[in-house]
């Protein structure tokens, strides 16, 4: 069946410094890929998202990057921050259908 | 406006006895989803609804699992004879509309712990 992995699973970065969070998907048919972010004891809520026919996208110090031959796609923070500690969802899906499949999440800490 | 509510926000049962989860979508969102997550875990998928319909239920961990949505707006998951693996936390999320893909906005979840 269809799956994300998500790597790394921990990730503690220098305050200003960039961290970088990648995501593999086996479904070739997928064309979504949006980024959540869950603060602790918060809903999950949407940060980025991309779609097949880019192969990058940014929002301020924000950035995804897709590689549909590879089926892979990045999340970058640059110049991050102390709120910018959470747990980062990637996800995949298909225009065809609804389900969207999650990875497993990565824990980011920020270190002052 | 008003997001995704859901209710309760914690639930304390006890083993073997039926709980309902209740979802109040934003309104005029025709799709509607139901996630599992359990603490410190990933988002695992239950069930979508596109309007009243459930098209993929395939999520759904057991046949204790259900849920219907009615008038094209509230949801209610109910699981029966509970077990201390559903302890979980059970997030709602609905989205103006399935195929291109909009943003799904999330509820604050119930909390369900079974003793």
């Known amino acids: 069946g269809e799956n994300v992995e998500q790597h790394p699973s921990t990730l503690s970065v220098q305050e200003g410094d960039s961290a970088v969070i990648k995501c593999t998907y086996s479904?070739?048919?997928?064309?979504?890929f949006p980024w959540y972010k869950q603060e602790l004891g918060k809903r999950p809520q949407l940060i980025i998202d991309?779609?097949?026919?880019?192969g990058e996208k940014k929002d301020q110090r924000i950035a995804v990057t897709l590689n549909k031959t590879a089926k892979h796609f990045s999340l970058h923070i640059t110049e991050t921050q102390p709120e910018d500690s959470a747990v980062y969802f990637c996800?995949?899906?298909?225009?065809?259908?609804?389900?969207?499949?999650f990875g497993s999440g990565t824990r980011l800490s920020i270190r002052p | 406006g008003a997001g995704v509510s859901q209710s309760p926000s914690n639930k304390v049962t006890e083993k073997g006895k039926d709980v309902e989860l209740r979802c109040d979508p934003i309104?005029?969102?025709?799709?509607l989803y139901w996630y599992r997550q359990s603490l410190g875990q990933g988002l695992e998928f239950l069930i979508y609804?596109?309007?009243?319909?459930?098209?993929?239920k395939s999520g759904l961990p057991s046949d204790r699992f259900s849920a219907e949505r009615t008038g094209g707006s509230v949801s209610t998951l109910t699981i029966q004879r509970t077990q201390q693996e559903d302890s979980a936390v059970y997030l709602c999320?609905?989205?103006?509309?399935?195929?291109?893909?909009?943003?799904?906005?999330f509820g604050p979840g119930t909390r369900l712990l079974v003793l």
């Open positions: 996800a995949a899906s298909r225009s065809s259908a609804s389900k969207i499949i």
């Open positions: 991309i779609r097949s026919n880019v």
């Open positions: 479904d070739s048919a997928s064309n979504y």
């Open positions: 609804f596109q309007g009243n319909s459930a098209p993929d």
């Open positions: 999320a609905s989205s103006p509309r399935t195929g291109r893909q909009e943003t799904q906005y």
């Open positions: 309104s005029g969102h025709t799709a």
